[in-house]
């Protein structure tokens, strides 16, 4: 299926703000995606990326500001419901389980279809359609896990697999949700050399598709200028630059507040 270049927005963050025992983590940050796009979310350690995703799923709650999905406001919701909003995300610790096989973990990922109050899943029972709905996620996973060439590897533990195919797991079980809206948290992280090309396919593989909006907290400059459409750079928690994400790195503060620290890094590192 080609790209559907909808105008609708599927994420909106407006004037966010979070404060813990007065550090601000997060001040007045803005952003906005749409279907087919990735955003980019870049800056040193501490800046506010890991704040700025766990307020979108909802982990941790907004001071002040909003979060919609198709513009209905989540501020107030927890993660379960930001969930049936059409939210995904990865993880980049993976949050997997090791005792479950990959179409059980990926299953998981469906989980949003299942009514929230017991007379409804009750219902759903009786009129058995909580069996209809088990099985179009069994197919929708199962779809997934094809694409993401994880078929071979169905009834394997977690365990039992390599770490690259446990990214492709993490991504599968996002999926399988049929999200709108996705956080890939460092999606490349611990990945070699021959993984790398493949999870980059697949993201501008979900691009191209047209439906779902990408939000990528990545550290990897290369990365980021080939899979990002839009770029904010965070530094102490507030947006230091947004936009064209080569010539928002090309501008010198930017370079001086992260690029400059990293490069100093590695030139220590060569030395």
Partial sequence: MGAQHIDEV?????DVSVEFGGLHALRNVSATVRPGTVLGIVGPNGAGKTTLFNVVSGVVRATS???RLDGED?????PHLRARHGLSRTFQNLALNEEMTVLENVLMGAQRRVPVSLGRLAWDVVTRRSAARELDARRDSLRVMAALGLLDDRDRLISELPFGTRRRVDMARALSGSPRTLLLDEPFSGLGDRERPLMAEIIHAIRKEGTVG????E???TVVTELCDELVVLNEGTVLASGDPRSVLADPVVQEAYLGPQLERRRGARR
């Avoid at 989540?74 to 927890?78: A, E, N, R, S």
């Fill in 10 to 14: 599927c994420l909106t963050v407006s």
């Fill in 65 to 67: 500001g909003s979060v």
């Fill in 74 to 78: 989540v501020t107030g919701l927890p």
């Fill in 214 to 217: 990408m939000v990528l907290v």
């Fill in 219 to 221: 550290h990897d400059m």
